[in-house]
């Protein structure tokens, strides 16, 4: 079970930590990603990291955000910076130990997913 956190109101320029915990479990061997939906929109593909701590990004965040794990496994960041308006969205924390590396960007690579947490960013 996976349980996002860390959304919130901010101001086009500000920052947040969004984190993704592994409740009941850890995250070895685990390729996790963040995705976000827009009202209105598909869920897209914001970052990822995998089992073996390479990252990946979408070119929309690319430079501001940054996705790490702690070193116990059991929770997964994604920082975001220079927050834009049109970042506004619920984000999800997507896990699966099966994602292969051409298909990362692909929701439906990844099995388990959080509740989501909205991001809010406010011109």
């Known amino acids: 079970q996976l349980v996002e956190s860390g959304g919130g109101l901010v101001q086009a320029g500000g920052s947040l930590r969004l984190s993704c915990a592994a409740s009941?479990?850890?995250?070895?061997?685990?390729?996790v990603g963040w995705f976000r939906q827009a009202p209105g929109k598909e869920r897209e593909f914001v970052a990822t990291?995998?089992?073996?701590?390479?990252?990946y990004y979408a070119d929309s965040v690319k430079g501001r955000s940054t996705v790490s794990r702690d070193d116990a496994k059991t929770t997964v960041f994604l920082q975001m910076n220079s927050l834009k308006p049109e970042d506004t969205a619920v984000y999800y924390c997507?896990?699966?130990?099966?994602?292969?590396?051409?298909?990362?960007?692909?929701?439906?690579?990844?099995?388990?997913w959080g509740q989501g947490t909205l991001v809010t960013v406010s011109s």
């Open positions: 990291v995998r089992w073996n701590g390479h990252t």
């Open positions: 009941g479990n850890t995250f070895r061997g685990y390729t």
């Open positions: 997507a896990a699966s130990s099966t994602v292969i590396l051409s298909a990362v960007m692909s929701p439906t690579q990844y099995g388990s």
